[in-house]
């Protein structure tokens, strides 16, 4: 949709188209969205409580685990997001419309985890589910950067690849968050405030990384994605699955 907005109304109508859907969505948020919090802390937010939840949640590995496996995969989509259209536009040279198309189709390996996360998840369990999708991710970013630094750069050559680390980030993602807040239920919020804010900033970071080194290739791009998918992969093995071995 943003490609196809700003061949025809030019970049700023993307902005516009934004915020009338993000008004949108707070609007059906008020409307449909009940509050469930039946037993608020009327402490929670005091300064010196906060601290100390949140010094619970950054000591306790089990947590760590997912909400570092969750940042890593997401900053190599940001990579892939803050990357793509210097390396597809500006490299390759395909129109906005046909970025839009690429981004799409990306976004749809997203959803294709997802959904194959709530397919076979309890299935597989927690950790199963994430172990595949970390898999899936430092496979495709391996196979991403092979590609590009053995010269083969092609729109085929950059999407497929990142289909599949999409489908293993929408694998992660879901059960992550879960992992994370589910032994936290007396402070599911801001256990799931602080998973976000270090998802989001290790986004910023890959962001800011990739345009630092963006040297006119895909290189950049592609070994900042391949490094989140294997770091997420290591860091999951290490943190969560032999640090429960060893419990």
């Known amino acids: 949709v943003g490609g196809y907005v700003h061949d025809a109304f030019g970049w700023r109508a993307v902005f516009f188209v934004l915020a009338g859907a993000g008004t949108l969505f707070v609007a059906l948020m008020i409307a449909g ?12 937010l005091r300064p010196g409580q906060m601290g100390r939840n949140v010094a619970v949640l950054l000591t306790d590995r089990s947590y760590v685990a997912y909400v570092l496996v969750n940042a890593l995969m997401f900053g190599g989509q940001f990579a892939f997001i803050s990357g793509s259209s210097f390396v597809l536009i ?24 997802t959904f194959l996360s709530g397919r076979f998840g309890a299935r597989l369990g927690l950790d199963r589910t994430i172990f595949s999708g970390t898999a899936l991710g430092a496979a495709a970013g391996l196979t991403l950067a092979g590609l590009a630094w053995g010269g083969i750069l092609t729109v085929a050559a950059v999407i497929a690849p990142m289909f599949v680390f999409a ?6 993602l879901p059960n992550g968050i879960a992992g994370a807040v589910g032994p936290f239920p007396h402070m599911a919020g801001l256990a799931a405030a602080v998973a976000g804010f270090c998802q989001m900033t290790g986004s910023a970071l890959y962001s800011v990384a990739v345009g630092h080194f963006y040297d006119g290739t895909a290189r950049p791009m592609t070994i900042a994605i ?6 997420a992969l290591v860091c999951f093995w290490r943190l969560r699955w032999e640090g429960r071995a060893a419990c």
């Open 33 to 44: 969205v009940p509050e469930t919090n039946r037993r608020r802390d009327p402490t929670a």
């Open 90 to 113: 500006g490299v390759l040279g395909v129109s906005p419309s046909v970025f839009g198309l690429c981004f799409g189709s990306v976004a749809l390996g997203i959803m294709t985890g």
């Open 167 to 172: 489908t293993g980030l929408g694998l992660t």
């Open 226 to 231: 391949a490094m989140a998918g294997v770091a």
